[in-house]
Nanobody
Framework: QVQLVESGGGLVQAGGSLRLSCAASGRTVSNLAMGWFRQAPGKDRDFVARIVWRDGMAFYADAVKGRFTIIRDNAKNTVYLQMNSLKPEDTAVYYC????????????????WGQGTQVTVSS
């Protein structure tokens, strides 16, 4: 079992920054595929960013590329999502996800999920 707890969401003005945290327990994050997803009201849960197990290579959705950075801190067993230049369209509940066996951008491939943290970007 892997447990994930997100934190760091909140209200921010457009152009501002937030850093989300995903604290993992039950397994070392360096041996997990870790991803961030988001879901706006009435919308599907969309891929945001992911980091590959072991080598730590990162991948991003086009909508956030150049603005968001996924960071893995092995010492703290925590994965972060640094969000810069935030836009109102970034408003969503952000979820941390993890998989022991999957390595890709589909939310269907991740078996462990956090409870979500709300990010609201005002114009």
């Amino acid at each position: 079992q892997v447990q994930l707890v997100e934190s760091g969401g909140g209200l921010v003005q457009a152009g501002g920054s937030l850093r989300l945290s995903c604290a993992a327990s039950g397994r070392t994050v360096s041996n997990l595929a870790m991803g961030w997803f988001r879901q706006a009201p009435g919308k599907d849960r969309d891929f945001v960013a992911r980091i590959v197990w072991r080598d730590g290579m990162a991948f991003y959705a086009d909508a956030v590329k150049g603005r968001f950075t996924i960071i893995r801190d092995n010492a703290k067993n925590t994965v972060y999502l640094q969000m810069n230049s935030l836009k109102p369209e970034d408003t969503a509940v952000y979820y941390c996800a993890s998989s022991i066996s999957y390595n890709g951008p589909s939310n269907e491939g991740y078996e462990y999920w956090g409870q979500g943290t709300q990010v609201t970007v005002s114009s």
